[in-house]
C-alpha cells in the first residue's frame, strides 16, 4: 500500500476548501482517508495564518512510513520548513506552443517580403514610359464620376421632396388633436 499526502477537495462550488491527509494513494481524491493532517483554504489571502494549517507532528510521522507528499503538499511543507523542496527547471514551459510559433514564422515571412518589396521599390527608377499610361487611367475615373453625377442629383432632388411629407404629417397629426381639446 502506497501513502499519499495529498488534498482532498471539500467545500461548495466555486468555494473549494481542502483537507490535508494522508490516503491511500489507489483511492479516489475525495475518497477514503486514513488520516487528516492538515488544512488549506485558497480563498484566503496568502499571507493569511489560516490559509495553511499543518498538523507537523502527524506529517513527520507519514513522512517517516515512507508516504510521498503531491507536489502542491510538498510547497506547503517546504514553506513550513518540515521537508525541502528542490527547484524544478521546466525549459519548455516559456516557449510558445506549435500553432503560434507558425503564426510567428508567417508573420516574419510577410514582414520580410514586404522589406525586400520596399528595397526593389526604392532601387529601381521609374520608369518614364509609364506617365502616359497613367494619363489615360485618370480619364477613365472622371468618365465614371460624370455618370454617377446625374444619379446623385436624382437623389438630392428625391431628398426635400421626403422631408416636406415629414413635414406634413405631424402637421395633421396635431390638427385632430386641437379639434378634441376643443370639444
Same mark, same amino acid.
Given at each position: 500500500?502506497?501513502?499519499?499526502?495529498?488534498?482532498?477537495?471539500?467545500?461548495?462550488?466555486?468555494?473549494?476548501?481542502?483537507?490535508?491527509?494522508?490516503?491511500?494513494?489507489?483511492?479516489?481524491?475525495?475518497?477514503?482517508?486514513?488520516?487528516?493532517?492538515?488544512?488549506?483554504?485558497?480563498?484566503?489571502?496568502?499571507?493569511?495564518?489560516?490559509?495553511?494549517?499543518?498538523?507537523?507532528?502527524?506529517?513527520?510521522?507519514?513522512?517517516?512510513?515512507?508516504?510521498?507528499?503531491?507536489?502542491?503538499?510538498?510547497?506547503?511543507?517546504?514553506?513550513?520548513?518540515?521537508?525541502?523542496?528542490?527547484?524544478?527547471?521546466?525549459?519548455?514551459?516559456?516557449?510558445?506552443?506549435?500553432?503560434?510559433?507558425?503564426?510567428?514564422?508567417?508573420?516574419?515571412?510577410?514582414?520580410?517580403?514586404? $522589406?525586400? @518589396? %520596399?528595397?526593389? &521599390?526604392? #532601387?529601381?527608377? +521609374?520608369?518614364? =514610359? /509609364? *506617365?502616359?499610361? !497613367?494619363?489615360?487611367?485618370?480619364?477613365?475615373?472622371? $468618365?465614371? @464620376? %460624370?455618370?454617377? &453625377?446625374? #444619379?446623385?442629383? +436624382?437623389?438630392? =432632388? /428625391? *431628398?426635400?421632396? !421626403?422631408?416636406?411629407?415629414?413635414?406634413?404629417?405631424?402637421?395633421?397629426?396635431?390638427?385632430? &388633436?386641437?379639434?378634441?381639446?376643443?370639444?
Amino acid at each position: 500500500m502506497a501513502i499519499a499526502l495529498r488534498l482532498s477537495r471539500g467545500g461548495a462550488k466555486k468555494r473549494p476548501y481542502y483537507r490535508i491527509v494522508a490516503a491511500d494513494s489507489r483511492r479516489a481524491r475525495d475518497g477514503k482517508y486514513l488520516e487528516q493532517v492538515g488544512m488549506y483554504n485558497p480563498l484566503l489571502a496568502k499571507d493569511d495564518e489560516g490559509r495553511v494549517k499543518l498538523n507537523e507532528d502527524r506529517i513527520r510521522y507519514w513522512l517517516g512510513v515512507g508516504a510521498q507528499p503531491s507536489d502542491r503538499v510538498l510547497r506547503f511543507l517546504d514553506a513550513a520548513g518540515i521537508l525541502k523542496r528542490e527547484p524544478r527547471n521546466n525549459p519548455n514551459k516559456a516557449k510558445p506552443g506549435e500553432k503560434a510559433t507558425e503564426r510567428a514564422e508567417e508573420k516574419a515571412e510577410k514582414a520580410a517580403a514586404a $522589406e525586400e @518589396a %520596399a528595397k526593389e &521599390a526604392a #532601387a529601381a527608377p +521609374a520608369p518614364v =514610359e /509609364e *506617365a502616359p499610361v !497613367e494619363e489615360v487611367a485618370t480619364e477613365a475615373p472622371a $468618365e465614371e @464620376a %460624370a455618370t454617377e &453625377a446625374p #444619379a446623385e442629383e +436624382a437623389k438630392a =432632388e /428625391e *431628398a426635400p421632396a !421626403e422631408e416636406a411629407k415629414a413635414e406634413e404629417a405631424p402637421a395633421a397629426e396635431e390638427a385632430p &388633436a386641437d379639434d378634441k381639446a376643443e370639444g
